[in-house]
C-alpha cells in the first residue's frame, strides 16, 4: 500500500517547523509581554459541550469520534439501529459522544466554567495549540492547523477590547506583517435587525452579510430574501453596507442610521472609543468595517478580523466580546473578550511575501569530520565542549571519504566543517573550514571554545 496523508493534514520537515516556531514565539512574546498566562485543553471535548456553539454551518464541520466498542457482537443489531439515526442527521450517544475541539475559544469557557472558584478574575490566558474542521481544504485552509488565541473574562472594560486591538497589531508589527484590522460591534449588527423590523432574524442577516466578500451583494440580497425579508429591509440592510469614508466618517453615518435605538447608540460609543483610544502609533491600521459580522452566536460586542496586506487570503486573525459565553456552561455573568491568530495562514503569508528572517533556517552550525577512531574520540569531546556554548555540533557517524561528508554538509546546510586528521591529532590543533567561503583556518583544540563561529 502506497503511504498517504488524510486530505487537509500535512507533514511538516525541519525548516517549516522551525518558521512555524517562529511565528509561535514570536507570538508568545507579546502574549506574555500583556500579562497572559498560558493554558492547555484536551484534543477531544464531550459532543455536548461544542454543538450549537458556532451556528448551524458551524455545527458541520465538527469532527464527530467514534466510540470505542461499537464492533462488539453483543452489540451490533443497537449499533445498526444507532448508525441509522446518525444517516438521518442526528446525534447518537450510542455511537458517537466526543468531538475533535473546533475551535479554543469554548473549550476554554469550559474551562473557566470548571474552575472559576479557583480563578483569579480578570483571568488572562493564552492557547496554542492544534483545532480540527470538517471543512474543504483549499489554499489557506486546512482540516488541522494550530491555532494561537488570548483571552480575557471577568471584566467588562473596554480597555480590555481596547488592548487585544493594540496586541495584534504588535504582534504583526513583530512578524512585519503589513494587516489591516477589521472592527465591528455586534451591537451594531443588533440594532441593524431592529432597524430593519427583523431582530427574529438576526442570525440570518449577520451570515448573509459575513459572505459579502465572497459572495457579493446581489447574492447577499437574494439570501436576504430567501429569509424572508422584504424589499425595504433589505434596502436598509444595503444602505448599511454602502457606507463609507473614513472611520470618523463611517460611525457619524453609522449614529445617523441605527443611532435611534439603544443597542444602536450603545454599540457606535463602544466601537468609538476603541477607535479613537488607539494608539497613534496603531491607528493607521484600524478600520471600521461594518460588513464585518463573524457568524459565531455567542459574539456580543466587539468584533475584529484581521487581514494581511499585499496578498490574497482569508483572515489571518479574528475574534470578539463574548459576554456571556460561560453562561452556556451553567456560570452566568462572566464577561469575556479574546482573539485568535491563524498560525497556518499567517505562516503562508510570511512565505510569500519572504519575510522569514535567514537566521532560523540554520540547524547545525559545525560539523566534525570523522577521520579515524583515535581522532573521533578527540573530536567528540570538543564537539561537547562547544555544545556547552550553545553551539550546535555534530560529528559525520561513519570514517569515509571527504567528498562524502562534504556532500553531507553542503545537503544540511551546514556552515563549518572541522577537521581533525592526523597530523592534527599529534600537534592538537584542528582546522576549521568556512564551507560557503572556502576560508580555512588552523587553531590550538584548547582554543576552539572561544572560536567566534560567524551566522
Not at 329 to 342: A, E, T
Request: charged share 25%; net charge neutral.
Amino acid at each position: 500500500m502506497k503511504p498517504s496523508l488524510p486530505q487537509g493534514t500535512r507533514d511538516f520537515g525541519a525548516d517549516t517547523v522551525r518558521k512555524r516556531n517562529y511565528i509561535l514565539n514570536t507570538i508568545r512574546d507579546v502574549f506574555d509581554l500583556y500579562g497572559f498566562q498560558p493554558l492547555e485543553t484536551p484534543a477531544m471535548e464531550n459532543l455536548e459541550t461544542l454543538m450549537g456553539k458556532y451556528g448551524e454551518e458551524g455545527d458541520k464541520l465538527i469532527f464527530k469520534v467514534l466510540n470505542n466498542g461499537l464492533d462488539n457482537p453483543s452489540k451490533e443489531a443497537q449499533v445498526r439501529a444507532d448508525f441509522e439515526k446518525i444517516l438521518e442527521g442526528k446525534n447518537n450517544k450510542g455511537i458517537t459522544e466526543r468531538a475533535l475541539r473546533y475551535d479554543l475559544t469554548i473549550p476554554f469557557a469550559r474551562y473557566v466554567a470548571m474552575n472559576h472558584g479557583q480563578l483569579t478574575f480578570p483571568y488572562k490566558r493564552y492557547q496554542m495549540q492544534p483545532v480540527w474542521r470538517a471543512d474543504r481544504p483549499q489554499k489557506g485552509r486546512y482540516r488541522e492547523f494550530y491555532q494561537c488565541d488570548a483571552d480575557l473574562v471577568g471584566s467588562a472594560s473596554l480597555l480590555n477590547d481596547l488592548e487585544f486591538a493594540c496586541l495584534y497589531a504588535e504582534a504583526f508589527d513583530m512578524l512585519k506583517i503589513e494587516v489591516e484590522i477589521k472592527i465591528n460591534n455586534r451591537k451594531i449588527l443588533a440594532a441593524l435587525a431592529e432597524t430593519c423590523a427583523a431582530s427574529d432574524k438576526l442570525v440570518d442577516i449577520t451570515v448573509a452579510i459575513d459572505k459579502l466578500d465572497k459572495i457579493g451583494i446581489d447574492k447577499v440580497r437574494e439570501e436576504l430574501v430567501q429569509k424572508g425579508l422584504g424589499k425595504d429591509q433589505t434596502q436598509i440592510v444595503e444602505k448599511y453596507l454602502s457606507i463609507a469614508g473614513s472611520n470618523q466618517v463611517k460611525l457619524k453615518a453609522l449614529s445617523e442610521l441605527i443611532g435611534h435605538t439603544e443597542i444602536g447608540k450603545k454599540g457606535v460609543e463602544e466601537l468609538a472609543f476603541v477607535i479613537g483610544s488607539m494608539p497613534a502609533v496603531h491607528t493607521p491600521k484600524l478600520v471600521a468595517d461594518f460588513t464585518l459580522a463573524r457568524g459565531l452566536n455567542y459574539y456580543t460586542g466587539t468584533i475584529y478580523e484581521v487581514k494581511a496586506k499585499n496578498v490574497q487570503m482569508g483572515s489571518i486573525g479574528g475574534g470578539g466580546r463574548y459576554d456571556d459565553l460561560t453562561g452556556l456552561f451553567g456560570v452566568p455573568n462572566i464577561p469575556g473578550v479574546g482573539i485568535s491568530f491563524g498560525v497556518d495562514r499567517i505562516y503562508d503569508v510570511m512565505e510569500e511575501l519572504k519575510l522569514f528572517p535567514e537566521t532560523i533556517y540554520s540547524g547545525t552550525k559545525v560539523l566534525f569530520f570523522n577521520l579515524g577512531e583515535e581522532e573521533s574520540k578527540i573530536a567528540f569531546s570538543l564537539m561537547q565542549d562547544l555544545r556547552k556554548k550553545q553551539i550546535a555540533c555534530e560529528l559525520f557517524h561513519e570514517n569515509t571519504k571527504f567528498d562524502k561528508q562534504f556532500k553531507y554538509a553542503d545537503k544540511k546546510n551546514i556552515p563549518y566543517a572541522i577537521i581533525i586528521g592526523s597530523k592534527e591529532l599529534a600537534e592538537q590543533t584542528c582546522t576549521i573550514k568556512h564551507l560557503k567561503s572556502g576560508e580555512q583556518q588552523t587553531i590550538q583544540q584548547s582554543a576552539l571554545s572561544k572560536f567566534n563561529f560567524q551566522p
